[in-house]
Structure formats: structure tokens, C-alpha cells
């Protein structure tokens, strides 16, 4: 066996569980934004955005498989999962290792939605973005593939499509608002409470 197939593997391993992250990211953004359908999504929808979230989770348990065992750049647990512990590119590794905690946080809220207030959950669903930022930051800097022509390309298109997604729901979540307080505002007229 080559003794650079843990390299491999985890350098593999690591984009896939970006690109798993930023699909179900993306995804998120999409079906929140009702740009699916009016009503409601069908459940098929979700589905695929849980099964990329889970994935990226398995991808990203194999990443950190791939960096111990890998012996060009010495990962021992503490380096695995603890900020700062490794002198190898410290901050990079840091976001990554946050992230890592906030991918677990999500995927641990969204496998328990039905016993969490809906609040809690979408508080810390809402960590999504941030995960997505930090892996990006992480995959961008303290990856080897940085420079690599197809992965910046990539990078570049999930930023500017999940920026997009994420302006058209803040925007839509306004709108919403403001049309919720308009109802209010003429249904107390209607009534007759000022």
C-alpha cells in the first residue's frame, strides 16, 4: 500500500464533506426560501437535504480517520479536536475543527427536531451558515488543494450561490413580516381596535 493513501484519503474525504456541507446548505436555503413550491415541499425535498447532511457528517468522520492515520503531518486526538493544538496552519485547522462541532450540533438537533422546542432547533439549525463559512475558510486555506484551479472554481460558485439563496430569504422573511403586520394593522380597523 502507498504511503501516501492516507493523504488521499483524507484530502478526498475532506471535499466531499465540503461539498456535502455546501449542497445541504444551499438546499436548506432553497427549500426555506419556498422557491420549491408555494404551500408546502414535498417530503422528498427534505429527505435530500437531511441524506446530504448525513453524508457529510460520514465524509467528514472519514476525513479525520485519514488525517491520524496519515504520518506527513503528525494528528493525534488533541490536534483532531481541540482549536489551536496543532502548530500546523493553527487557525485554518481551528475553523475546521469548529465546524466540526457545529455540523455535529446541527445534525444532532435535526435527528432529535421532534423532541426540541421549535425554537431551539431552528436557533441552532440557524449555525448552519457559519459551519458553511468555516469549512469553506478551512478547506480554502488549510487544504492542499487551494490552489488548485477546479476546487477555487467550486468554492467560488457554492460562496456566491449560498450568498444568493441566503439575501433571497432574508429578504422573503421580511416581506413576510412586513405583510404579517399590514393583516394586523387592517384587521384591527376591521374590528375596530385602535
Same mark, same amino acid.
Given at each position: 500500500?502507498?504511503?501516501?493513501?492516507?493523504? @488521499?484519503?483524507?484530502?478526498?474525504?475532506?471535499?466531499?464533506?465540503?461539498?456535502?456541507?455546501? /449542497?445541504?446548505?444551499?438546499?436548506?436555503?432553497?427549500?426555506?426560501? #419556498?422557491?420549491?413550491?408555494?404551500?408546502?415541499?414535498?417530503?422528498?425535498? /427534505?429527505?435530500?437535504?437531511?441524506?446530504?447532511?448525513?453524508?457529510?457528517?460520514? @465524509?467528514?468522520?472519514?476525513?479525520?480517520?485519514?488525517?491520524?492515520?496519515?504520518?506527513?503531518?503528525?494528528?493525534?486526538?488533541?490536534?483532531? @479536536?481541540?482549536?489551536?493544538?496543532?502548530?500546523? #496552519?493553527?487557525?485554518?485547522?481551528?475553523?475546521?475543527?469548529?465546524?466540526?462541532?457545529?455540523?455535529?450540533?446541527?445534525?444532532?438537533?435535526?435527528?432529535?427536531?421532534?423532541? /426540541?422546542?421549535?425554537?431551539?432547533?431552528?436557533?441552532?439549525?440557524?449555525?448552519?451558515?457559519?459551519?458553511?463559512?468555516?469549512?469553506?475558510?478551512?478547506?480554502?486555506?488549510?487544504?492542499?488543494?487551494?490552489?488548485?484551479?477546479?476546487?477555487?472554481?467550486?468554492?467560488?460558485?457554492?460562496?456566491?450561490?449560498?450568498? @444568493?439563496?441566503?439575501?433571497?430569504?432574508? /429578504?422573503?422573511?421580511?416581506?413576510?413580516?412586513?405583510?404579517?403586520?399590514?393583516?394586523?394593522?387592517?384587521?384591527?380597523?376591521?374590528?375596530?381596535?385602535?
Amino acid at each position: 500500500m502507498s504511503s501516501q493513501v492516507w493523504w @488521499f484519503v483524507s484530502r478526498s474525504s475532506g471535499i466531499i464533506a465540503w461539498a456535502l456541507v455546501s /449542497l445541504s446548505v444551499a438546499w436548506g436555503l432553497f427549500i426555506s426560501t #419556498k422557491a420549491v413550491a408555494k404551500a408546502s415541499s414535498p417530503a422528498w425535498l /427534505l429527505d435530500l437535504h437531511r441524506y446530504l447532511g448525513g453524508l457529510s457528517v460520514s @465524509f467528514t468522520v472519514v476525513h479525520l480517520i485519514g488525517l491520524w492515520a496519515d504520518s506527513y503531518v503528525e494528528f493525534g486526538w488533541a490536534e483532531l @479536536f481541540v482549536p489551536l493544538a496543532t502548530e500546523w #496552519k493553527p487557525w485554518p485547522v481551528a475553523f475546521g475543527i469548529i465546524a466540526l462541532y457545529l455540523l455535529v450540533a446541527v445534525e444532532a438537533t435535526s435527528l432529535m427536531m421532534s423532541h /426540541l422546542p421549535r425554537r431551539w432547533w431552528r436557533a441552532v439549525h440557524h449555525l448552519s451558515l457559519p459551519l458553511y463559512v468555516m469549512s469553506t475558510y478551512h478547506g480554502i486555506v488549510a487544504g492542499t488543494d487551494h490552489g488548485n484551479t477546479g476546487f477555487r472554481l467550486a468554492a467560488l460558485a457554492s460562496v456566491n450561490v449560498i450568498a @444568493f439563496l441566503t439575501v433571497v430569504l432574508i /429578504l422573503a422573511s421580511r416581506r413576510s413580516a412586513v405583510a404579517t403586520i399590514k393583516a394586523d394593522e387592517r384587521h384591527r380597523q376591521h374590528v375596530g381596535v385602535s
